[in-house]
């Protein structure tokens, strides 16, 4: 049986369509908007606008009719008398008065408003076009200033951020990992084998996906780094074994290396990847993606590991030095288990109460600076040109959207009064 709420969901869908397909564009001129040129590029900007492939609809105030009420009964009258300058003065004065048109000008009377309704894309390529096709139609006619905001400018913004920190957390990884590992090892000869391994596995991993056609998300620009650091652990004990014995046949030292890590990495290769798969349990598609290609990157190495790791060990490896400070603060620790014993235990205690103080973020906050642009650019419309929302309506308009089920579309309210 089908989920409900995706049954729900679908049929909110076919009935009203996307309610985020559309952009808002607001024009700025410091003469003022009533200002004959400015109206007249307003007025070829939109049906530039119209005519550009994926634009369903684009709504100007310059398309809008006013209702009048006349002797002979309701007629009605453009909202701007685009070609009689004479007239707007009383144009601007009629429109600043109405409790609807005047949400598509600033207070400041010098920009307003036009909506476009676009169609939806799933393929963020299409939408990319639409949006450089905008803003090349606004370049051209030069206006003082224009601000697009909508869904398409935020998602470009967001992809622009997960590409720079996909590529950001690669590099980084990269070279802190092999830095790790020269440290490790005091060597770089020794530290490219399990360098090479981790570096083979992300390739093997990111083919994979592209194989099956995924996308990289937000939290999927963290498995570079995961997989660089989680898949050296098996190469690493690989070679350490490998170091430690000290038979003459290198031959045998490495069978016995293999046959003396491969079921303990087995193991933790195993229990490790279940921890990320168990990820799935959420209910959140990034955080399933994250935990599924994780735990197959860790298997992934597992078997390069050991498949492979073999023929990159060179037998001119240099044997592996007893740690003195190892052996110290073995003994160290066996002196004093009883006082280790007591302070992990009130580290426990402490941790437990902590827990209940432990409190989740309610939401997360907007730092990025380009999402930021665009989120100021949609609240200019509520903050500088009166709020749209059905609550600040007059009673009349409340009336009319709970009788015809009309969407939250300022524009989409304009039509149908016009069409009255």
């Excluded at 139609?137 to 398409?152: E, I, P, S, V």
């Amino acid at each position: 049986m089908d989920d409900p709420d995706i049954a729900f969901y679908e049929t909110h869908l076919n009935h009203f369509a996307y309610d985020n397909d559309y952009l808002l564009i607001i024009l700025e001129n410091n003469e003022g908007v009533f200002e004959r040129d400015f109206l007249h590029k307003t007025q070829i900007l939109t049906a530039g606008i119209k005519q550009t492939e994926g634009v369903i609809q684009a709504a100007s105030p310059l398309d809008f009719q006013q209702l009048i009420k006349a002797p002979i009964g309701v007629t009605s009258v453009p909202l701007i008398h685009l070609e009689r300058p004479e007239m707007y003065t009383s144009d601007s004065i009629r429109i600043f008065a109405h409790p609807v048109y005047k949400t598509f000008f600033g207070e400041n009377g010098r920009s307003l408003l036009i909506q476009v309704t676009h169609q939806h894309f799933a393929d963020p390529a299409l939408a990319d076009r639409l949006v450089d096709s905008l803003n090349e139609l606004l370049t051209q006619n030069h206006f003082d200033q224009y601000r697009m905001a909508g869904k398409l400018i935020a998602q470009k913004a967001f992809i622009g951020y997960i590409q720079n920190d996909f590529v950001l957390f690669l590099a980084s990884a990269l070279v802190l990992s092999f830095l790790l590992l020269a440290l490790i090892f005091r060597s770089v000869k020794v530290s490219l084998m399990p360098y090479l391994i981790s570096v083979s596995s992300l390739i093997w991993l990111l083919g994979l996906m592209a194989m099956l056609g995924q996308t990289i998300s937000i939290l999927g620009s963290l498995i570079p780094p995961v997989i660089l650091f989680v898949s050296t652990s098996d190469a690493i004990h690989l070679i350490n074994a490998f170091r430690s014995d000290e038979q003459g046949d290198f031959i045998n030292r490495l069978k016995t290396a293999v046959h003396k890590v491969l079921a303990p990495t087995f193991l933790t290769s195993v229990t490790t990847a279940i921890g990320f798969v168990s990820l799935v349990t959420i209910d959140t598609e990034p955080i399933r993606f994250l935990g599924i290609f994780c735990g197959i990157g860790i298997m992934l190495s597992f078997i390069i590991t050991f498949a492979f790791g073999p023929l990159l060990i060179h037998q001119s490896y240099p044997p592996r030095k007893p740690a003195i400070g190892t052996k110290f603060l073995a003994i160290w620790v066996i002196r004093h288990s009883k006082v280790i014993f007591i302070g992990a235990t009130l580290l426990v205690i402490l941790s437990g109460t902590g827990l209940y103080y432990l409190k989740l973020m309610p939401a997360c906050s907007m730092t990025f600076p380009k999402v930021q642009k665009s989120v100021r650019t949609s609240h200019l419309w509520t903050t500088t040109m009166e709020d749209p929302s059905p609550g600040k309506w007059p009673t009349g308009l409340k009336i009319l959207n709970k009788t015809f089920g009309m969407k939250r579309s300022c524009g989409k309210l304009i039509r149908f009064i016009s069409t009255c």
